[in-house]
């Protein structure tokens, strides 16, 4: 055999190798090109609205004091429509407010006055109708719990308030962020421990080495024991003994935190900040802020549960936005159905994993309001609607009151059902970031000039003609309304703008003859009534009508 045909089996050796190697390179550039066109993409944060930038706070300064039946309440904002007080800066009314409508002297609360002495309302319900701010969370085994801001945050003296340009903020603590044991570490390491026992006599010496055990599998880690860390009486006794050798909270803080086992409780910062904006009250929650605290995550946050709550001796109604619109009267007896609550824009069908039936219509304008007799309030959610459902109840379920709010879900969650055998487990999954998209409604105090309803939907249009979101669509530009009615040479005539209108004719409905049930029409707009509301348009000025008429 010659040497070339020797070498020949030796070249066919690295044929598998260089196809691998071929192989391995097209699916690594493959992965690079996904990593740098989807998974580092950001291009979308260029569609989205700027951000509002968190102003640093100062020493909240009150600019007087409330009379009448807002004494006690301090006064922290104050423009020509309204006027926002607060409540106790601590205490039991730590962060409560109330807004006055300077124009009709009507005061709108955050939360009833007279809650405390519901007869309806048990002790957990007496604790929503005095909180400002309710969360639901998931702990670090997946189970949901809940907590509110009246019993986790205003009885615990964690309730902050300073101002800040044009407004004020509430900063909430919720939970016991307090230390299990007070001033003594729960876990230490054995050679910090033992520099500290080494600074105390010997019999005090001894006597607390044996209240730490070492932590399995980290023989350098020591944790004190349950049976301390759940006697209040030890765990002062044993405070009194650090506190001679000058051991400070700060220690304690230092000694946890180098062992990276610090049990810290569960626990939530949430600021919310108040603006007035005319005749509106602007309620915000910047949602980058919320730190979340000893493993929980938070699902959602009602915002104001109670605010404008309605007693039982008043008349009047919700407006919700279920379809076209909807009406919840006041203290209407139906205490045994449940709740009115309706995603804004509708469910997200993503994360349906159960046929959904009732009678709502989705609801298509992040919108809900509060008529009764002195005023209505119109609210809106102008940040965070995506993520907000719209609840309501009526005096009797629960509490003395009717109640109307938004929950703002910051994460979505599943369940997986895991087989093992014969046996199932369900398995929560959670996402991993919450939301971070600012919340913000608007409160706006109607005047008796936009009283029911349609004096609502009015005030809303006349809003978002004046206001800078308006935009009207011509045939070449997009411009805002006030550039067109305050253009004089603006050559564009209200009958350029088409009106798209849908004329019902009939509906299918249930009909009965001689008492046999079959599906018939029935009229509800004829044609000449059709053709009289096509005349009173153009009439009016709608020239460029598009005219839908269904059912026919």
Known sequence: ????????????????????????????????????????????????????????????????????????????????????????????????????????GRVVYSNPPDARSDPIANPANKETLLSQLIVTYFDQNGRTAEVNSYKMAALLG???????????????TLGDTKPKAGLIPVYITRERLDEVLGMMDERTRNLLARRWEAVDGRPDIMKLLTAIINNPNQSKSMAAQFEKIGYTDEDRRRDEAETGLADESVGFVIPMEYRLDGDSLLVSIPSPRIQEMGGASIESVRVLPCMGAAGTDETGYFVVPNGSGSLIRFNNGKTSADEYRQYVYGYDPLLMNSAMLDLTSTARLPLFGIEREGGGVLARIENGAPLAQITASVAGRLNSYNLINAVFMLRSSS?????????????????????????????????SEYAGYSGMARYER??????RDAVWVGDDAVRTVDDRVQNADDSVQPGDIPAFIDIIGSVTARRFFLDFAYEGQTPMTTYEQAAAIVGALASAGVERQFVNYQGW
Not at 18 to 41: C, E, K, M, N, V
Not at 158 to 172: F, N
């Open 415 to 447: 369940i997986v059902t895991v087989s093992a055998g014969a046996g199932e487990s369900m398995i929560p999954v959670v996402e991993r970031r919450k939301a971070e998209l600012d919340i913000t409604i608007r409160y706006s105090f109607l005047t």
């Open 462 to 467: 006349e809003r978002l003609l004046v206001g």
């Open 158 to 172: 964690q309730v902050a308030i300073e101002s800040i340009p044009d407004g004020v903020r509430l900063i909430y």
């Open 1 to 104: 055999m010659t040497a070339a045909g020797r070498r020949a089996p030796n070249r066919l050796k690295f044929i598998p190798l260089a196809a691998i190697l071929a192989a391995a390179l097209a699916f690594g550039a493959y992965q690079l090109h996904l990593t740098l066109r989807y998974r580092l993409y950001d291009g979308y944060k260029a569609a989205l609205a700027p951000q509002p930038e968190y102003s640093a706070g100062e020493v909240f300064k009150p600019l007087g004091q409330g009379e009448g039946e807002l004494s006690g309440y301090a006064l922290a904002l104050e423009n020509d429509y309204l006027a926002l007080y607060v409540g106790a800066l601590s205490g039991e009314d730590a962060g409560c407010t109330a807004a006055l409508d300077k124009r009709s």
